[in-house]
DNA sequence: TTATTTAATTCATCCATCGAATTATATCCT
DNA sequence: AGGATATAATTCGATGGATGAATTAAATAA
């Protein structure tokens, strides 16, 4: 239980004013007073404070559409999309995506440099992203001095608070403390997180209703990960190791397909891409390539082989969908969410997992709490990932500005 | 995102010295701002309108040990266990316990009461509330009116925030809204919890590290219940329906025992006592008897037929063991929660299942989040109910006195 | 042109906290 | 014993942000 005093008071409103904007887009300061029962004087003095400093901008009105009511018109405010540049970076297995973007999170510029993750000492893999992130800043003429802050996304065991990784799949040379380092080398604030719940992230910026309650994101790919965000904070539980969605068992068995975390019986080892790319291969005879993670065009051609009729390939996304639907029932049953978004580059066959999925789901929710949970399945692609990273660096300064 | 004002801040801070003392015991007035980083002038303030109030009392010094350093004697103060009165109830299978309770959490007095519970109509069930709650006061010559609040636990589905019963096993007469029903029959105050969210409750209050980060109470019992504790908070979910651990599924089968809620494969058709009692019935070429639950000197018998070496009844809590430990892992792995705690009437035969559970969590909790949750098995026994449940009363009581 | 309506600002007032000074009550030291 | 010292608690003026009422601003309707 905290104190609270003037100080306080002030961020807090300032804070709340920021949200709203964040959440509902442009609006006018009648409607913020009203969003957040604050007095006309308060919003005045609030965003005139802000309209100072420049974080936030007086829409042009004269583009508005014809006004419905008479009086004198009210005047759109929102966050200044021009008042600072962020970095937003997502480190996976073999490259590194660097995004640019705005205050409003619009996505400006985008590159990849690509290399071996995990051969990389501590300093190398520093070197790589600070290479990656002057050149894609040099195609606008900017420098870092221009960013007001930069996000990371790390596959793995992310300690947000500390910046370290204290474990990922992408990389040998954990545990490292990769925030901290950049943020000396840049020096500008840093914020790092898990890839999963970064991406939880994106979604619920952009989702008025995931402010109150919990949302939960579940990203299958090449793994299988999970973000909790309860209230519009994201659950990071001890140390920051939370939802290993990707680790829950679905069988007592000690004979269960090998996860890549050493234990059997895993959602991931039967959802991930690398699971189902393994048990393909087998399936066809075809010893699986050196590479330790299938390609997009691999895994696109296994559904392709699926959607053509073929059985065993069908039993494994059949299987895939009944596993993912016990972890998502157990989900449900355990944290009754309001919504549960299904994302990631693995929703390209979930046409194929849908009616096991659905099955299971049905089985094994309590009917009593069916019907509380909506479940939607979303298209995924690497927009939502950069703009996760670049909400992350943005709700970070925006945090600031609050304090400021 | 909400706003702040001089009104919210004057309650933010009465209810953080209120929770300061419900934490820590009693306080002088330094310790109190030295812990919220309030001014001595702020305490001061504060603390002298809850003593006008009656809310607090000051300690007499006179009985305390020796003197360690010279200076004005420090005043101790705390809550004033004698300012108000609180009911809990407790409804389970076939009985209502009655606790009476201080503010301090002390309870001073007991009933049960017993009914087919049913077979209770919704007026019935509560009538039959209101005269044991009366019988119990008139036992204290004291009356409803002297009463401050009142809190429920009952099992099953509960909606908290409105006082409604979605669906309970003890109960027929669902959807009820005992809450409401009982806040217009006492004129008071009634809060109303799931029973493994009450007990939660009443292992966090006596715990300060609870009050932040996440405390998980596993309750194995007649059936098997979970309360999710973060930041001090219970964790309810959408429409109170959260952490229904027993029926989160260890397996794929549709095959599985069946469970109670009409589903395969739940911890609790594993681990809940009615399984227990019915595989060991099975075992034993006894039928079941009539009774929809086992009593406690059954399951008390059925342990020591285990520890005398019956390998039949070895291999339930064997596997009761096992399933648990792959539930509580998933939670592990899922919520990385600072403690779980393993509690309830169940615990009587922990014993017999710990080596297949701790197995089970070795094999089944990700390395990387080993030794981040601390797993502690506690006794058990009717007074943490009744203290549970007192406690979510004043609760209540408390927030309403920071408001006043 | 004037009345009406709504938005935004200004300014006096309020209120809880803070800091500094004061008061209260003990031990330590000579 | 009595003064010095130390710590706790209270008092009181100052501070800062929110509020409410009054004012100003900018549009439409009549």
Redesign the interface.
Known sequence: ??????D??RS??R??VL??LRNNGAMARVDIGAA???SPAAVSGITADFLAEGVLLELDSKAEPAKLARGRPRILLNINPNSALFVGLRLTFDRLDVFLGDALNNLVEHAVYTTDTRALTAEQLVDFIVAGTNSLLEKRSRNISDVAGVGIAVQG?VNETQGRI??SPVLTCTPVNLGEALERRFSVPVTMDNDANTLALAHCVDRPGA?T??TISVMIGYGVG?GIV?N?EI???????????G??????S?TGPLCR?????CIEASVGDYAIYRDACELLGKSPEGIVAPDESSMVEIGEMGRGGHTGILELFDHAG??LG?GV???V??????TVLITGAGTRSFDLMRKNFEQ?MD??V????RD??KIEVMDWNLDFDGKGTVAMAIQHWLEERSNA
């Open positions: 239980m905290k104190k609270a005093d003037a306080i008071m807090t409103n804070r709340a949200s709203a957040l029962s604050l065991i204290r474990w402010q309650g919990t999970m309860i519009g659950y990071r539980g001890n140390r920051g190791s939370a939802a290993e969605f680790h829950m068992k679905t069988g007592l000690v975390c050493g234990a059997r019986g009944t596993v016990i029932s157990n989900i049953n355990l944290l009754a969410p309001d299971a089985r094994a309590l009917t009593s709490v509380i949970t």
